[in-house]
């Protein structure tokens, strides 16, 4: 799971969840501000 999470000019922080590195690459080169983008491992995951 990839998450970026941004702070708006209030310092409130949104996150948006994507299924695969290429969706989240694409949304982070949109959204403007402050900006971070992870990757969520679970150790559970099997790929």
């Not at 702070?7 to 402050?34: R, V, W």
Request: glycine residues 2%; charged residues 30%; aromatic residues 20%.
């Amino acid at each position: 799971m990839w998450v970026i999470t941004v702070y708006s000019e209030h310092n409130h922080p949104k996150m948006f969840e994507f299924n695969n590195e290429k969706e989240a690459k694409e949304a982070y080169d949109k959204i403007k501000g402050s900006k971070f983008l992870s990757q969520i491992v679970y150790y559970n995951d099997f790929q």
